[in-house]
């Protein structure tokens, strides 16, 4: 359902001159600024492949690469080489609450945030009591996103995202929402959606639950994949080379 070949990313880092005033300057300075390459590429040749009903695993340090990878495949972001292929419906659940409106109320956001996730009015209407009941936010319908913790606007954002079990599920560590047990109820939907058949890429920090719920494991370094396999033994290898650090 998913193949990415030779993909790559590259940002540039570099502090240009964007005032009219820097422009000015620039023009007559004697000294001239030495030009640096400032390209940063947060993914190099990534390839692989992803079956339907698998659920795929990426782990790696802080900078590796992972949410990147999750925005390509999103289409959230065009790679700057390579190609990826895409076949089916994507839910991606990569920032939470994105889509709300922090000055309107729980209940418009609802409708708001469905609206972007391409749900109809009518969809909603039927849905609305479900998504409530499982954020566990009913007597905060009324209250404006811009009052709720961060953990609360994760609760309805997950909520929102997940009444429909989609194709493919994008996933970036938003099984640490809400409170504990909130993030038990977060699993056990997951594990609901991958037992339906539905497709994942998931992200996660915690390596006990990439153990638990993936069928393969990607193991990501400066954009660079290290390892791919058996979860185990690819977490076991991630986790003693972190060790050595």
């Known amino acids: 359902m998913i193949n990415l070949k030779n993909v790559s990313m590259k940002f540039n880092l570099g ?4 005032s009219f005033k820097e422009t000015f300057i620039s023009l007559f300075s004697k000294k001239k600024k ?5 390209d940063f590429w947060a993914l190099q040749d990534v390839s692989f492949g992803v079956k339907k009903g698998e659920v795929i695993g990426l782990i790696g340090s802080n900078g ?3 949410s990147t990878l999750l925005k390509v495949v999103s289409g959230v972001m065009k790679p700057t ?15 939470l609450g994105a889509g709300f409106d922090a000055e309107l109320t729980a209940r418009e956001n609802i409708y708001l945030n469905g609206a972007i996730l391409g749900y109809s009015k009518k969809f909603i209407d039927q849905k609305f009591d479900e998504i409530v009941e499982f954020s566990e936010l009913k007597d905060f319908l009324e209250v404006p996103i811009k009052n709720f913790s961060s953990g609360m606007t994760a609760k309805l954002a997950f909520s929102i995202a997940t009444i429909v079990n989609p194709e493919i599920l994008i996933v970036d560590e938003i099984l640490s929402v809400g409170d504990i047990k909130f993030q038990e109820k977060s699993k056990n939907k997951m594990l609901e959606m991958i037992n339906g058949g539905t497709t994942v890429l998931y992200v996660s920090h915690t390596l006990a639950s990439i153990r638990e719920l993936c ?7 400066h954009g660079v994949v290290q390892m791919v396999g058996d979860p185990k033994k690819v977490c076991d290898a991630y986790y003693k080379k972190q060790m050595e650090k």
Do not use: D, H, Q, R
Not at 15 to 18: G, P, R, V
Not at 81 to 95: A, L, R
Not at 215 to 221: A, D, G, M, R, Y
């Open 81 to 95: 080489k390579g190609k990826v292929t895409v076949k089916g419906v994507i839910s991606p659940m990569i920032e």
């Open 64 to 66: 590796a690469g992972k």
């Open 215 to 221: 069928t393969k494991v990607i193991w990501l370094e």
């Open 15 to 18: 502090i240009e001159a964007t």
């Open 34 to 38: 030495k030009k640096t390459n400032n």
